[in-house]
Nanobody
């Protein structure tokens, strides 16, 4: 069983930055593919970015070079650095861990981009 706890969300003005963190329990964090998803009100949850155990990364098209996903296996933590935030980035951001048939989700952290 893996528990994921997100943090770092909040209210930010357009053009601002936030760094989300997702801390994981367990001793095999380095083997997991870790992802960030988001869900805006009335919309389906969508992939933002993921990073594999080998540090390969992939981003949704809407990221457009503004976000960076990274991981620190020594701290069992995955990060999402978000720059140049737009109002349309407003959503609950979720962390996901995947290893073979195992999938775990965090509880989410709210990101609101508004002036």
């Amino acid at each position: 069983q893996v528990q994921l706890v997100e943090s770092g969300g909040g209210l930010v003005q357009p053009g601002g930055s936030l760094r989300l963190s997702c801390a994981a329990s367990g001793s095999i964090f380095s083997l997991y593919t870790m992802g960030w998803y988001r869900q805006a009100p009335g919309k389906e949850r969508e992939l933002v970015a993921f990073i594999t155990s080998g540090d390969s990364t992939n981003y949704a098209d809407f990221v457009e070079g503004r976000f960076t996903i990274s991981r620190d296996n020594a701290k069992n933590t995955v990060y999402l650095q978000m720059n140049s935030l737009k109002p349309e980035d407003t959503a609950v951001y979720y962390c996901k861990a995947v290893l073979r048939m195992l999938t775990y989700w965090g509880q989410g952290t709210q990101v609101t981009v508004s002036s």
